[in-house]
């Protein structure tokens, strides 16, 4: 009997295993929703400053990487793509469990949502990254409609079938992006949109909210002041605000005043913080990183000047706000590289000795005739020595660590989540020279000067450009289209 | 409740813990009780025919054996048991097809429909607990069985919620005697539960991981099957195959498995029928406890083989087109039936012609590329028959198997054409290599005599485990249930 209830523990304990390690890989790692909880919950206790809450407006807009850089503020985006209220309200109780932030903001604009219950998708990002606890429970069944409260209990009947889905990014930590390691919340987003504001300063009639809406909005309220947290409103600027929003913003600014709670709504301030629609946004209601990092800075001094939230830059126990602070700012260098379009300029930055942590592959084919003295020009700028009409190296920090010579035609490269191939075409070779990342032919137009850019940091190949003749012998940089963005974060809406 | 349901994955451990510690003899009142609420799941009102089936024949099968002495009283007990058992099935099953047909054939005549109407819902599993039910009464008829007097024992038995619904359809002389004996079943004997729950297992990863899968894409191709050609017809023909296939196996298995958990031992139901060398050792091995039914109640009744080879040859069309009938009230079932009774003859009759075909052509027939033949052909075979199944109409199955031949477009293997019939090619994948493992399974029940079972707890627990394990995990991970996922019911629910 004894041996059987020892077998029968075993077996039961290795079929748990099994069954939680694939929970693992078929759990949605969405990052606008589920993985800034995860990386909340890795958090050493009471280490969040300033917490910041709402929806995508709120984890796209609040750089983390700003406030941290210029006034050394600990603070965390926690959101989730269109998060409405009431799971706001389940989040901060969720975040107070653990942290005892000096001030809490809530990106306010989700506020307006009317509809009491939202699509499940959105049901899925906002709840599921939550730990099964009493507050989850009641975080659901705010979610979901009565009716359907067993199609997302238990969670896996929603995401087993993500079998079809799977990909190298379930199988390794922090899904193989070195931007969740340290993560704090903060999706910086390098689309650009280019779009004017709207005057919308006039409207002061005060529209409606939801009831559920208003019921929660107050519940978060009460909640920070129940617990002695400053808490601040704010509705993040954004271009394509309408009047009945703002008229719905105005009710929400006329119920922060009545709970004596400071509020700013930041469509009407754009011009205190330098905002410029047709350069800062991402989308019609995100900003992109120029924007963002203007608003945060803005927010940044706000917060400095009107709050004692101390600079935690150089304290231990927060090295992992500077990681993910100097992440953010390698990003943003990366885009930068992206969005340089003078051919000088390019090779300039890269061919530099501080361009440190990149490894710069180039391809040469072709290089006759006026074309010839460009390519000798691009390879004088890395010393790599004569060039006849084709051929291939790998670049570091400058210096060429291998190009192609003779009978070596092909040069390997293991790099952090990738593998780069080089290759010199033979004279039989009709596709020509290839740089390939990950089975991938990274090169932008065979038969000209290509070169990739693959950053150890970032652990991705961030650009791939080629050298071009122009109009009046001029070269140009051709990308392709896709290339000029990279996303930061999984998910979004 | 469906075994594959949330509601029956808290039953069934709700009845078995109970069941296993409850008094002795309270265990056929717990029994009956879970079973009535079981079947009472689907329609309340289903258990008054099942309740009002049981007391006929419990009654019926008491008197029998009172007037044993009385073969005229005998026979007018019986006729009135039998034809009460087969009226409510007629009523309930073929009343609306009987009036269909005549109504079809008057306006053939060009004469004015009957103007009847019957729009009654199908009860599950009537016809599975009506067999069950008269061959009881045949047994006591024929003296084999005493007539059992504990009413709640004889409802049991015709209730027994593991097999109620899509049988396997016990035999009084196996299932009734376990009943009586309930009370002396050891219910803690870890061997045999670890052999039920093995068997519940692998039923539920054929039902969820291949029958729900293969479904997706027969379902896609039968609906709209004038769009496509021989290729995606013939994939989805063998799909379908697999499909019903793998369903009423996992039916069978998860009810024995579960009876076996709680110390009863329900008959096998199929015995690896496609991997038979013809259509004659087919239906040995399919839906056995209905074809032995039919065998030992019908068949035998009529002459069997003992009356000549031409009348012998009558009663298997006989019993084929009441098979057919019996698994459902439309033409297509009754001509599925009938194709196989012809099957059974045309064996019968070209055998001697065969094997004097292939000596004389010096085939070698003790090799395994002549019985991959036989297999491959005894499939084929099967699959041309389950069309007339399968499709909604005998017009549709005949315009099926027409569209096979007429429109062949082989490319469709090569251009992703297979990959758009509802399953992705990771789906696929996933069916094929479920496949592969049935057909593993398959071959040691067919060579080893064994089920997996008995196979599994005769290795090495490591490698016992990797396969229960395994399968639990395919089962979670790869089976078809979850949101937006409609679970099919088991086909054989209908009958």
Known sequence: ?493 | MQFNSTSFMIFFPVVVAAYFVIPRKCRAVWLLVSSYYFYMSWNAKYAVLIGTSTLITYGCAILLEKYSDRSGIKKLISVLCICSNLGILAVFKYASFAIRTVDGLLEALGQAPTGFGIDLLLPVGISFYTFQAIGYFIDVYRGDIAAEKNLIKYALFVSFFPQLVAGPIERSKSLLTQIRDVSKINVWDAGRIASGAILMVWGFFLKMVIADRAAILVNNVFADYRMYGSTELILAGFGFEAQVYCDFLSYSLIAMGAARIMGFVLMENFNAPILARDTKEFWRRWHISLTTWFRDYVYIPLGGSRKGMGRKRINLMIVFLLSGLWHGASWGYIIWGGINGLYLILNDMTQKIRSDTAEKLKINTGCFSWTFLKVIVTNILFVFAIIFYRAVSVVDGANYIKRIFANPDPWALFDGTVYELGLSRTEMSILIVSLVVLLLVELIRYNKDMMIDKWLLTQNVWFEWLVIIALIAAIFVFGEYGFGFDAQQFVYFQF
């Open chain 1, 1 to 493: 009997m004894k041996r059987t209830v020892i077998r029968i523990t075993i077996f039961i304990l290795l079929l748990a295993a099994v069954l939680l390690y694939c929970n693992s890989i078929l759990f949605p790692k969405y990052g606008d929703g589920i993985y800034d909880l995860k990386k909340f919950y890795e958090l050493e206790d009471n280490t969040v400053d300033v917490l910041f809450l709402g929806n995508s407006r709120c984890f796209e807009n609040f750089s983390t990487g700003t406030l941290w850089d210029e006034y050394g503020i600990a603070a965390f985006d926690l959101g989730g793509s269109n998060q409405p209220p009431w799971n706001t309200y389940h989040y901060l109780k969720e975040a107070l469990k653990t942290q005892h932030p000096k001030l809490i903001v809530m990106e306010a604009s989700n506020t307006k949502q009317y509809e009491d219950y939202s699509a499940q998708q959105y049901i899925v990002k906002n709840n599921f990254g939550l730990k099964w606890s009493r507050n989850k429970v009641d975080s659901l069944l705010a979610s979901i409609r009565k009716e359907a409260r067993f199609t997302y209990i238990p969670e896996w009947l929603r995401y087993h079938y993500r079998y079809t889905d799977v990909e190298k990014a379930d199988f390794v930590k922090d899904q193989g992006n070195p931007l969740y390691r340290d993560w704090k919340g903060f999706a910086c987003n390098f689309m650009t949109y280019p779009t004017e504001g709207k005057d919308l300063s006039g409207i002061t009639e005060v529209g409606y909210l939801s009831e559920k809406s208003e019921w929660y909005y107050n519940h978060i309220i009460e909640l920070a002041q129940q617990e002695g947290i400053p808490i601040e409103i704010v509705i993040a600027p954004y271009s394509d605000c309408y009047e009945d929003e703002m008229k719905a913003f105005n009710r929400t600014r006329q119920i922060a005043e009545e709970k004596g709670v400071p509020f700013m709504n930041c469509v009407l301030m754009t011009e205190e913080m330098g905002l410029d629609y047709s350069v800062d946004m991402a989308d019609p209601v995100h900003l992109n990183y120029r924007g963002s990092s203007k608003f945060s800075s803005f927010i940044g001094r706000h917060i400095s000047e009107n709050y004692d939230i101390p600079d935690r830059r150089g304290e231990a126990g927060y090295e992992s706000w500077q990681r993910h602070a100097d992440y953010i700012r390698r990003m943003i260098s990366d885009q930068k590289l992206r969005e340089c379009t003078d051919v000088g300029e390019y090779l300039d930055i890269i061919s530099s000795e501080s361009f440190d942590g990149y490894e710069v592959f180039l391809s040469i084919e072709n290089a006759e005739g006026d074309y010839g003295q460009v390519a000798k020009n691009v390879l004088d700028g890395f010393d790599a020595g004569s060039v006849e009409t084709a051929g291939v190296w790998h670049i570091r920090n400058g210096k060429v660590v291998w190009g192609a010579a003779g009978d070596d035609r092909d040069h390997y490269q293991d790099l952090p989540f990738s593998s780069i191939h080089l290759k010199k075409a033979d004279e039989d070779d009709e596709e020509g020279n290839r740089i390939i990342a990950d089975n991938r032919d990274c090169k932008v137009r065979d038969g000209f000067i290509n070169i990739v850019i693959y950053d150890n940091v970032t652990a991705s190949v961030e650009d791939s450009v080629a050298i071009i003749p122009g109009e009046a012998g001029q070269v140009i940089l051709e990308r392709k289209e896709e290339q000029t963005v990279q996303s930061a974060v999984t998910g979004g809406e």
